[in-house]
């Protein structure tokens, strides 16, 4: 069914790019093969729900999170400028389980000034983060997209998640944070300006 309720068919995308009749089937497998009955009252929509789910958990998939940054001004801004504590949801690619944090974004502009919206940054973190994703890759995504786009003199990105794949099996150690970070430009070369940003970062 897509997100109305209307029945896809085997093979048909949703408008969003994911085949929901073929992630349903899929579901209804991966129930049989653990030893569940897909056919109980409480699992009977479950392959529906799973797959709606998909469509957001996956929608960076099908777009390019880099366009959010087309929209820039011309303030003549030289200094920093931090966005922190971005709420982060995405999925390990390894367990396809999920890892769930905070993203801080920073960046200075470059010579010509030119600056991005702030709920920009937010959006850019969410388009890549909803996707299959490790976090390191995650990281750098978000870091190279604003060098793209905004041409800075410097970004820094830092991602701080606890992951579910090692919290509830494996090494089993709810609680584990795993920090991440990018630099790029000024503060890949500048010692001292990569300090201030993550004292700001860590609020130390």
Known sequence: MDTTGTPVGLGV?????????????????????VGEDPDREGLLAT???????YLEQFAGLYTDP?????TSFDEHHAELILVRDIEMFSTCEHH??????KAHVGYIPGPDGRVTG????ARLVDGYARRPQVQERLTTQV????????????????IEAEHLCMAMRGV???????VTSAVRG???????????????????
């Open 66 to 70: 880099d366009q959010v940054l087309d």
């Open 47 to 53: 392959p529906g729900r799973v797959a709606r789910a």
């Open 172 to 178: 089993r150690k709810p609680g584990a944070t795993t």
């Open 143 to 158: 870091a190279e997209a604003v060098v793209r786009r905004l041409q800075p003199a410097g970004v820094i990105v830092v």
């Open 96 to 101: 396809l389980v999920p890892f769930f944090g």
């Open 13 to 33: 995308l949703a408008p969003d790019g994911i085949d929901l009749a073929r992630a349903e089937a899929a579901v209804r497998e991966l129930l049989l093969a």
């Open 186 to 204: 000024v503060f890949q070369s500048q010692a001292r300006t990569r300090a201030e940003a993550m004292s700001l970062i860590t609020g130390r």
């Open 118 to 121: 702030l709920s920009k940054l």
